[in-house]
């Protein structure tokens, strides 16, 4: 059985980085997407950015809107885990963040396709 452990949260002022992971243990080769969710106090969970395990095409990457060229989304192969960078945060960054596991094939579905998830990782940006 899958699961997935968030760490990397912190406290970070406006303008800083930092970077989350996303480890799993237990049998992951039916899953093919690892993405990258938050909720931020009294607003509804936002899929923030998707990484297709499988594929390595352009398009196997996917961000919202609101964090492209500001986060990136890794897979670190050695460490196996999927990693988040995030740069240049706002205070809008604010929120838990969870990163959960889809065996849809492509990125772009809702959090509906996802059905493993990790407990969350906090990340708040304040200065």
């Known amino acids: 059985q899958l699961q997935l452990v968030e760490s990397g949260g912190d406290l970070v002022q406006p303008g800083g980085s930092l970077r989350l992971s996303c480890a799993p243990s237990g049998a992951i080769v039916d899953y093919k997407l690892i993405s990258w969710f938050r909720q931020a106090p009294g607003k509804e969970r936002e899929q923030v950015s998707c990484i297709n395990l499988i594929s390595d095409s352009p398009d196997s990457v996917w961000y919202k809107d609101s964090v492209k060229g500001r986060f990136t989304i890794a897979r670190d192969s050695a460490k196996n885990t999927v990693q988040l960078q995030m740069n240049t945060v706002a205070l809008e960054d604010t929120a838990v963040y969870y990163c959960?596991?889809?065996?849809?094939?492509?990125?772009?579905?809702?959090?509906?396709?996802?059905?493993?998830w990790g407990q969350g990782t906090q990340v708040t940006v304040s200065s």
């Open positions: 959960a596991a889809s065996t849809w094939p492509r990125c772009g579905v809702v959090a509906a396709y996802f059905d493993v």
